[in-house]
C-alpha cells in the first residue's frame, strides 16, 4: 500500500505529465512541421516557375531591345539614303532646269532664223535656175518664148511677171537691187506674186 501511495504522489505524476506534454508538443511540432512542408512545397513551385517566367519576359524583353536597335539601325540608314535622293533631286532638277534653259535660247535661236529665212523668202531671195545656152540654130517645133527688152539704163521700166518669177530673178535680170523693186511696188506682195502681173522695175 505504501508502493501504491508513493506512485500516485505528486511528485511522481509531474515528470511523467512532463513527458505525455513533451510528446504531446513534439508530435504537433511534427504535424504543424509536415502541414507546413506541404504549404511551402507549393510555395517554391510558384517561386520557382515565377522566376522562370521572369527568365521568359527577361528573354523577350532582351529581343525587343535588339529589334529596336536593328530598327534603329536601318531607320539611320534609310534617313542617309533620304538625304542623298533630296541631294541627287537637287542636282537633277538644278540640270533640268539649265536644259530647259539652253532650249530656250536654242529655240530662240531657231525663231530668229527662221524669221530671217521668211525675210529672205519674202524679198524673193531664192536660188536663180541655171543659164540656159541659146542653141544656134532654131528648133521648128520648139515655142516661140518672148523676151522682155531690157531698160535703157537711167530709164524705169514695166515688168509682165511669167511663170516662176520672184522679185529676186527679176533683179537679177534687170541689173536692179531686190530693194528697189520692192520700194517701186509697195503694194505688191513679193510672196504671192501672180502671172501677168504688172511690176515697176526701177531705173538702175
Same mark, same amino acid.
Given at each position: 500500500m505504501e508502493d501504491d501511495d508513493a506512485l500516485q504522489s505528486p511528485s511522481n505524476m509531474v515528470p511523467v505529465a512532463l513527458a505525455v506534454f513533451g510528446i504531446v508538443l513534439g508530435g504537433a511540432g511534427l504535424y504543424f512541421g509536415l502541414t507546413a512542408n506541404q504549404r511551402l512545397n507549393p510555395l517554391d513551385e510558384t517561386l520557382s516557375e515565377s522566376a522562370s517566367s521572369s527568365a521568359k519576359i527577361e528573354k523577350i524583353i532582351n529581343g525587343f531591345d535588339t529589334q529596336l536597335?536593328?530598327?534603329d539601325a536601318q531607320v539611320a540608314e534609310q534617313e542617309k539614303t533620304i538625304s542623298r535622293l533630296r541631294v541627287y533631286s537637287s542636282q537633277g532638277e538644278q540640270a533640268v532646269k539649265k536644259l530647259a534653259a539652253e532650249l *530656250?535660247?536654242?529655240?530662240?535661236?531657231?525663231? *530668229?532664223t527662221a524669221e530671217t529665212l521668211n525675210e529672205f523668202a519674202a524679198a524673193g531671195f531664192r536660188a536663180a535656175p541655171a543659164p540656159q545656152v541659146a542653141s544656134t540654130t532654131p528648133d521648128a517645133d520648139a515655142p516661140?518664148?518672148?523676151?522682155?527688152?531690157a531698160a535703157a539704163p537711167g530709164e524705169a521700166t514695166t515688168y509682165v511677171i511669167a511663170a516662176g518669177d520672184n522679185?529676186? *530673178?527679176?533683179?537679177? *535680170?534687170?541689173?536692179?537691187?531686190?530693194?528697189?523693186?520692192?520700194?517701186?511696188n509697195p503694194n505688191a506682195d513679193p510672196r504671192r506674186l501672180a502671172i501677168g502681173q504688172t511690176i515697176n522695175i526701177p531705173a538702175k
Open positions: 536597335a536593328e530598327l *530656250k535660247v536654242n529655240r530662240d535661236q531657231i525663231v *530668229k516661140a518664148t518672148e523676151v522682155a527688152p522679185f529676186g *530673178k527679176i533683179a537679177t *535680170k534687170h541689173g536692179v537691187s531686190v530693194q528697189a523693186i520692192l520700194d517701186a
